[in-house]
């Protein structure tokens, strides 16, 4: 699934809102009918595909066509594969074009209300980072006072979608660190490695227990052995930017920024900014 969607995607742009409204229409957000405004005979097609399976009918084969540069070919099956949880969804190329661009300036001109726009933007937001195309950059107390030189940085390398702050006790930033870390590195011996985020966790509650986090589409992530290097250079500038300012020798502790390394830890802390958010 990752994959066929990180194709739809040039830069920072995400070019198919007409799979999210198709995706809207099956999670019954946007009513059918609110749709069939729009002048676009390949997405009305696709909607009257989405409300027969609304109705009960489902398709005989999951298989999302795609052409040779992987453009989603059939976008109301891959709506439908998104809605049932099917991943790997099965593809098959055909040796068709994608005639338009359904970009955000497509969707902007489609006539939707100002409410139904914002909601597929979110909806779209939501969707990548569920599939774990959103990396995290997640700032520590003692970062908090380069607020702007992060923003600069990630902002050179990709699009804030979103900013969330989390205010946390102490106990609570404790324990959140180290489930960051523990997903990431799958720990074989918990307490030996509280141990290691020791230093870490007790020079960061000396600023403070709120945790910054921004979630970035990259522009390109490079990956490489499993790992974007995109993100590493950009940890790297943010860290080697407080060395002057923070009494700690070069690479000690990093007590700055944190961030995801690839997609699979994209999804994986999901689940834990997710829990001390509720909290």
């Known amino acids: 699934m990752i994959s066929l969607l990180e194709s739809q995607l040039q830069g920072r742009s995400f070019q198919r809102y007409d799979l999210i409204l198709c995706l809207l229409a ?44 992987g453009e989603v070919l059939d976008p109301e099956l891959l709506a439908i594969g998104i809605n049932q949880s099917v991943d790997p969804v099965s593809v098959e190329i055909r040796e068709e074009t994608v005639m338009k661009s359904y970009d955000l300036s497509w969707l ?84 030996q490695h509280i141990s290691k985020l020791k230093g870490k966790i007790d020079y960061s509650l000396e600023h403070g227990s709120e945790v910054c986090i921004y979630r970035v589409l990259l522009s390109d992530p490079k990956l490489k052995e499993g790992s974007s290097d995109t993100m590493a250079f950009a940890k790297e500038s943010i860290r080697k930017h407080s060395y002057p300012e923070l009494p700690l020798g070069k690479g000690h502790l990093n007590p700055v920024v944190h961030g995801t390394d690839n997609h699979y830890h994209n999804k994986l802390v999901n689940d834990v900014i997710s829990k001390y958010a509720s909290s």
Not at 157 to 180: A, P, R
Request: negative net charge; contains cysteine; charged residues 25%.
């Open 26 to 69: 099956i999670e019954e957000q946007i009513p059918v009918k609110q749709l069939g405004i729009i002048n676009d005979d390949e997405l009305q097609s696709s909607l009257e595909t989405i409300e027969e399976y609304n109705q009960g009918w489902s398709p005989p084969k999951m298989s999302v066509g795609i052409n040779t540069s």
């Open 108 to 191: 902007h001109a489609t006539g939707l209300s100002e409410d139904i726009i914002q909601m597929s933007q979110t909806r779209c937001e939501e969707l990548l980072d569920e599939v774990g195309l959103l990396y995290k950059f997640f700032v520590w107390p003692p970062g908090r006072q380069f607020d702007q030189k992060i923003r600069d940085v990630i902002s050179s390398h990709g699009s804030i979608v979103e900013y969330q702050e989390l205010m946390l006790d102490t106990d609570e930033f404790k324990n959140f660190v180290i489930d960051i870390y523990e997903v990431e590195h799958e720990f074989t011996d918990r307490h």
